[in-house]
């Protein structure tokens, strides 16, 4: 059975920080291309970060500059750190994994962002 957890989301004041976690199981996730998403209350869901299995990265222009995703091969997880961050940055973000024939999406782990 395939499962994508997303942990790490929370309440944050503007400029701070926030660790995301995706830890996978029932995919193979060495050739799997990672990525997160979000998606904020009233709007489309939009891609906020990818990984491919070579380890190339792809950021939103949004987020480009403040936000790294990674990878650890041993703990099939994928991470998303979000820096210096913004109201508009407040949304349900969602793991996801592509390129294994069909698309899998965790439940999602809800980020604040407010003062």
């Known amino acids: 059975q395939v499962q994508l957890v997303e942990s790490g989301g929370g309440s944050v004041q503007p400029g701070g920080s926030l660790r995301l976690s995706c830890a996978t199981s029932g995919i193979i996730f060495s050739i799997a291309d990672m990525g997160w998403y979000r998606q904020a209350p009233g709007k489309e869901r939009e891609l906020v970060a990818t990984i491919n299995r070579g380890g190339t990265t792809n950021y939103a222009d949004s987020v480009k500059g403040r936000s790294t995703i990674s990878r650890d091969f ?35 782990t809800l980020v604040t962002v407010s003062s």
């Open 74 to 108: 041993a703990k099939n997880t994928v991470y998303l750190e979000m820096n210096v961050l913004k109201p508009e940055d407040t949304a349900v973000y969602y793991c996801h994994a592509g390129g294994l024939g069909r698309d899998y999406w965790g439940k999602g």
